[in-house]
């Protein structure tokens, strides 16, 4: 599989990574057998980029993740994520945490989680506004220099915040949402990662899967899916963007491919230092989104994708208001 390199220290993944969140929770019930086997094979497929957080769970997708790549550490890059904090007693309710103590104690915990002893790729999860990102950075600087982490990233981070943290240590990647139906990081984001030399990796490039078409009824969510909760899913804005993924099915089939990996290959078209992360829990879909690596948009697609899908295009915001402060920040 192709490699991109994501900033200028020398990391390099594959083109298409693999987002383990939704194996453990927030999209309906999970089956760890067919997670284990479905991170087996995509290593097989050559994908090696595999991204969770101790979050997610929380906790316990980290400790999946290290199950699954037991005795197959060689063949992966392993990114994971700290500083959202989860109430156990409420597992919605969540703080923000940037300070250098716990940046240190959150590392050892997903070391240990993971069993492993190096984090190849470590992201501060989300801007701690009462911390300044110097102090952050310096502390995740501390961990690479002990051997514990090899590169640093950060995740919906704001461009005035990405300069500060380069001026303490190396970024390598930031982490956003990016997708034909959330497009922020093109107001400015994007081109300070390019200037600064920061590789970008999107999450949820098929819109938590709205954008696959296999999404039809709001009543289809399970009665715990995350997705029940965000505004993009809830009621007028569920038809308008159910419309939006129609008009990106038509472009699809008329290329011979489905809706998710058109949407794919759009992303992966915006730059080779894009990588973005599709999350499944299933063999058939990873190896369906991997057809997007074969499909090949020329300049007239890629103009007919934004006419059909410009920026601004999904109805409602991405995160429900009290998260929303936490993006781009």
Request: with cysteine; charged share 25%.
């Amino acid at each position: 599989m192709e490699k991109r390199a994501l900033g200028r220290q020398g990391l390099k993944v594959s083109a298409l990574g693999l987002g383990c969140m939704g194996m453990s929770e927030f999209y309906g019930a999970g089956d760890e057998a067919e997670s284990i086997a479905t991170i087996h094979r995509a290593l097989d497929l050559g994908l090696d980029f595999l991204d969770t957080a101790d979050v997610y769970g929380p906790h316990l997708n980290e400790e999946l993740v290290g199950r699954a790549i037991k005795g197959k550490r060689d063949r992966v890059v392993l990114a994971t994520k700290f500083g959202i904090v989860r109430d156990p007693a409420n597992k919605m309710l969540r703080g923000i945490n940037g300070k250098p103590d716990y940046v240190r104690a959150a590392c050892d915990a997903s070391l240990k989680r993971l069993g492993v002893d190096t984090i190849d790729l470590y992201y501060q999860h989300r801007v701690d506004p009462q911390t300044p990102i110097e102090d952050t950075v310096g502390a995740m600087a501390e961990l690479v220099r002990a051997g514990k982490v090899r590169y640093l990233g950060l995740s919906e981070a704001g461009s005035a915040t990405l300069r500060r943290a380069m001026a303490v240590h190396p970024i390598s990647a930031l982490q956003s949402e990016y997708s034909l139906w959330t497009r922020d990081p093109e107001d400015g984001v994007l081109a300070t990662c390019r200037e600064l030399g920061i590789g970008f990796v999107p999450y949820s490039p098929l819109g938590r899967g709205f954008l696959t078409g296999e999404i039809r009824r709001f009543e289809d969510l399970a009665e715990d899916d995350y997705r029940r909760f965000s505004p993009r899913f809830q009621g007028e804005n569920f038809q308008k963007n159910l419309d939006l993924v129609g008009r990106v099915q038509a472009l699809a089939e008329a290329k011979g491919c489905s809706a998710a990996q058109l949407a794919l290959a759009w992303v992966l078209a915006q730059g080779r230092d894009v990588a973005p992360i599709p999350g499944t829990k299933r063999r058939k879909y990873l190896e369906e989104n991997l057809g997007a690596l074969e499909v090949r948009l020329s300049a007239d697609d890629l103009r007919h994708i934004d006419e059909v899908a410009p920026a601004g295009a999904a109805a409602g915001p991405r995160y429900p208001e009290f998260m929303m402060a936490f993006v781009n920040a």
